[in-house]
């Protein structure tokens, strides 16, 4: 299979979808069917992201991450672009993986950085050159920097973002996860702004308003799983100008993603399963290890979120 947007730039609203399991914790295929179908029927979302961690993808074995980009390529690979994960520990398995995906017709990589890197990575900028370089000898897709907060080794400095454009052609955006508004601003105005500009997409969907509001080029979220549609409206309110209609946007949203990126944050896909789970949109809420089911007063949250965001 060929890449069929072959000229596709990641940008817009991005949507990360989620993993339905059924009891016995297999693959709920024909739910994960529905699922992306729903997500890839909000009119005006740039791609769907398939195989990250909103979709538990280190809980997943490798046959089981073919089977699920097969799905959504038989699903929606037709009508929209497919951006899919990479994570890998090393640089030859992260190519492998990635001629892998295009070869099953992904249009976009999301690349994220090896476990390793948070032991001093951050004064060895030539790591993650070369982790991207043996990617992009492999396949020519754009690759999407996964940016995490600084305070979790995986960050890169704006100096390391700025020499790995400039060294990997193929670099065509950041997942922006830093996390410090001065950062996420900072590098939105250097690096949307270099010669050959970089898009920074931001996953700050806990303060997702003003985070847009500083003038990042897309936004991509596990939370569209659940509000594909009201990403869609905020953006282009935003886009518009039309911040009277922004806020009365975000004051729908922001129960929502108050809630689902509270502390623990690594319950947050728990959480929007469960929100899918109440709305009928999936049959349970199942995860696999390492996560866990959340507590009966989460789950009452949950609930309440919903309701103060008007979806129940």
Known sequence: MTTKFRDYVPQGVIPAALMPFNDDLSIDEQSLRK???DIASTKGISAICVNGISQELVALSESERDLTMNIMMD???????????????????????????????????????????VRGSQLRPEMAIDH???IADTTDLPLVVFQYEFSSGQGFPLETLIKLADAIPTI????????????HEKNIR??????????????HSAWL????VLGCNGVLSGSGSVIADWHMQLWNAIKDSDLRVATAIWDKIY?????????????????????????GRLPNANVRLPWVEVSQEEKQKIKEALKASGLL
């Open 35 to 37: 699922h992306i179908k």
């Open 75 to 117: 699903e929606v690979g037709d009508d929209i672009p497919l951006m899919h994960g990479v994570f890998a520990e090393s640089g030859q398995e992260a190519a492998r993986i990635s001629t892998k995906a295009e070869k099953a017709g992904a249009s976009c990589l999301l690349v994220f950085p090896p476990s390793q890197f």
């Open 132 to 134: 991207y370089k043996a």
């Open 172 to 183: 065509a955006a950041i997942k922006d996860r830093t996390n410090n508004p001065v950062q």
């Open 190 to 203: 250097v690096l949307q702004n270099l010669d050959r500009p970089v898009n920074v997409l931001t996953t």
């Open 209 to 212: 308003f003003p985070s847009l």
């Open 255 to 279: 129960p929502l993603a108050d809630c689902f990126y509270s502390t623990p944050m690594l319950d947050m896909h728990t959480r929007m399963k469960e929100a899918l789970a109440m709305l």
